[in-house]
């Protein structure tokens, strides 16, 4: 897994699954990995609810408190955000860095903000014949900060705590994303909560279980004194009443009860669809397993001819070009309800035999 140092062109960093859809709103969304059907009514309420609240600022403490103790922290080890998205433009700005590196393929707005803070980005690159794994001797020694995400978008790979454990050390920065963590039942291999693991720096985003993108909310877990270099380098109230009323609400214990309960789901319907694109395998159809996001990769002949025409039948899906390490025979589709899927892979079926 070399290194690959960052190139003056090439892939769209800033290329995103909603791009898919923005211009057509009659698409069945597989190219977007926020739950369907959210966010639930109880959650619709209780941010209606602090609307009441708009005159007065912002006041974070009650959500950042919630999420401490959500995860068995002090309250200075954490730092809300306006989704994990603000939270890698922080890292990029406020960590004073000399040899960035990002393990791809993985998303891609890490690389992106440490790019337009100035930086010079190296690539490890994972691939698919390891089964897009990590081996954590691939990280440069001199690297002092490494971003790796888990589970990883788009691979949907989870790598194991123990080798992502095995990147810490003094005087680096590991950061590790764990935007979907919460959508693999029981959370197995997260780290957010560890103390023991030198320079760890998780982040959170409650925009994927629970339907929020568009209020934008997020979370850093991290030594006090990491939190407070990026608190300031934040705005001042960057995170609003809504989504601080929404942070407090889907970190309690009935929230992540219901969380858990969706992550079980999630993995149901994920083997079922990974069931019926084997069904594709004569068509030189392959999937990344095992999947444990809500999500999954496949690797496909002519995938830019196929995702075209799956369109005109009526899905949006994800292009896997735009992910460094991936190149256009990718594509990541998210994971749906059972009707869902087999629409989906009656409409696959036709685009793979136009």
């Known amino acids: 897994?070399?290194?690959?140092?960052?190139?003056?062109?090439?892939?769209?960093?800033?290329?995103?699954?909603?791009?898919?859809?923005?211009?057509?709103?009659?698409?069945?969304?597989?190219?977007?990995?926020?739950?369907?059907?959210?966010?639930?009514?109880?959650?619709?309420?209780?941010?209606?609810?602090?609307?009441?609240?708009?005159?007065?600022?912002?006041?974070?403490?009650?959500?950042?408190?919630?999420?401490?103790?959500?995860?068995?922290l002090p309250v200075e080890r954490v730092l809300l955000t306006a989704g994990a998205a603000e939270a890698f433009v922080l890292l990029a700005r406020a960590l004073k860095v000399s040899r960035p590196v990002v393990v791809h393929p993985q998303f891609t707005e890490p690389e992106a903000a440490l790019r337009d803070a100035g930086h010079t980005v190296d690539r490890v690159l994972l691939w698919e014949t390891d089964g897009f794994r990590l081996d954590p001797?691939?990280?440069?020694?001199?690297?002092d900060l490494v971003v790796i995400g888990n589970p990883t978008n788009p691979t949907s790979v989870l790598h194991p705590a123990d080798a992502l454990v095995r990147l810490a050390r003094p005087g680096r920065t590991l950061v590790v994303d764990e935007a979907f963590m919460d959508a693999v039942p029981g959370e197995r291999e997260a780290l957010a909560g560890r103390t023991d693991v030198p320079g760890l720096v998780v982040l959170r985003s409650?925009?994927?279980?629970?339907?929020?993108?568009?209020?934008?909310?997020?979370?850093?877990?991290?030594?006090?004194?990491?939190?407070?270099?990026?608190?300031?380098?934040?705005?001042?109230?960057?995170?609003?009443?809504?989504?601080?009323?929404?942070?407090?609400?889907?970190?309690?214990?009935?929230?992540?009860?219901?969380?858990?309960?969706?992550?079980?789901?999630?993995?149901?319907?994920?083997?079922?669809?990974?069931?019926?694109?084997?069904?594709?395998?004569?068509?030189?159809?392959?999937?990344?397993?095992?999947?444990?996001?809500?999500?999954?990769?496949?690797?496909?002949?002519?995938?830019?001819?196929?995702?075209?025409?799956?369109?005109?039948?009526?899905?949006?899906?994800r292009r896997g070009d735009t992910f460094p390490g991936l190149n256009e025979e990718w594509l990541r589709v998210a994971v749906r309800d059972g009707g869902t899927t087999e629409g989906f892979l009656r409409a696959l079926g036709r685009a793979l035999d136009a």
């Open 137 to 143: 001797a691939a990280v440069p020694e001199d690297a």
């Open 1 to 72: 897994m070399p290194t690959e140092p960052e190139p003056g062109s090439g892939h769209d960093l800033r290329h995103h699954g909603d791009a898919e859809v923005r211009d057509d709103g009659t698409l069945v969304d597989l190219a977007v990995n926020v739950r369907a059907g959210t966010p639930p009514a109880w959650l619709r309420e209780h941010v209606a609810a602090s609307l009441t609240g708009l005159a007065a600022y912002p006041d974070g403490r009650a959500a950042r408190a919630a999420v401490a103790a959500r995860h068995g």
């Open 206 to 317: 409650l925009t994927k279980t629970w339907g929020l993108a568009g209020l934008r909310v997020g979370y850093v877990l991290a030594d006090p004194e990491t939190v407070a270099r990026l608190e300031r380098a934040q705005p001042l109230w960057p995170v609003s009443t809504p989504a601080l009323a929404a942070a407090e609400a889907c970190v309690a214990p009935a929230a992540l009860a219901e969380a858990e309960e969706a992550a079980r789901g999630i993995a149901a319907d994920r083997a079922c669809l990974l069931a019926g694109l084997r069904d594709f395998a004569s068509h030189g159809l392959r999937a990344v397993s095992p999947a444990e996001a809500p999500f999954v990769l496949v690797r496909v002949p002519n995938a830019a001819a196929v995702r075209r025409r799956l369109r005109t039948l009526g899905y949006a899906v």
